[in-house]
T-cell receptor, first 116, second 111 residues
């Protein structure tokens, strides 16, 4: 099993450009998540999907959109990138349909995004 | 006020010592508590979770939870250089979208 995979690993964008970060998991997990990690800020939840066909906002959703294409795939789109979106983006998945009581999240390797 | 607070460190301990990592949280409704380890340039991986007051042990790791004080800690016994990493505390409410990570504590274990 590959676990959680993310593409691309690195990306440089110019301000105003758009792009989609791809995430896939092969563990048959119900829930999937997108986080960003900035120095000194820890991981912040952008969006999550508790099941196929549902998505909800997390702590920092502004400037992002997501699509839960099927049970395996959860993509994150930046429509008009801004320098403030320079960050490391992690996708994660977990088995449960709701995060309660010890639900382990498995993280992908991350995407390092720079917006100039 | 941040939802989850951690001392950023670095915390330096000699090999074989006990490393004590601490975390406080602001929301009394929090129900689940996690410790993740993150090596530099890598993704976080779960070490332990706890949701009842008291201690939970797993090998060299012990998680401690005190809900009255809104305090979670992680003890690492017999620290090894391979334990050198950033340790992230995460807190979740039953309502899923309230799930917060601390900024992490960097641990250095010196041989």
């Amino acid at each position: 099993n590959a676990g959680v995979t993310q593409t691309p690993k690195f990306q440089v964008l110019k301000t105003g450009q758009s792009m989609t970060l791809q995430c896939a998991q092969d563990m048959n997990h119900n829930s999937m998540y997108w986080y960003r990690q900035d120095p000194g800020m820890g991981l912040r939840l952008i969006y999550y999907s508790a099941s196929e066909g549902t998505t909800d906002k997390g702590e920092v959703p502004n400037g992002y959109n997501v699509s839960r294409l099927n049970k395996r795939e959860f993509s994150l789109r930046l429509e008009s990138a801004a320098p403030s979106q320079t960050s490391v983006y992690f996708c994660a998945s977990s088995e449960a349909t709701a995060l309660a009581g010890g639900d382990e999240q498995f993280f992908g390797p991350g995407t390092r995004l720079t917006v100039l | 006020q941040k939802e989850v607070e951690q001392n950023s460190g670095p915390l330096s301990v000699p090999e074989g010592a006990i490393a004590s990592l601490n975390c406080t949280y602001s929301d009394r409704g929090s129900q689940s508590f996690f410790w993740y380890r993150q090596y530099s340039g890598k993704s976080p991986e779960l070490i332990m979770f706890i949701y009842s007051n008291g201690d939970k042990e797993d090998g060299r790791f012990t998680a401690q939870l005190n809900k009255a004080s809104q305090y979670v800690s992680l003890l690492i016994r017999d620290s090894q250089p391979s334990d050198s990493a950033t340790y992230l505390c995460a807190v979740a409410q039953y309502n899923f979208n309230k799930f917060y990570f601390g900024s992490g504590t960097k641990l250095n274990v010196k041989p």
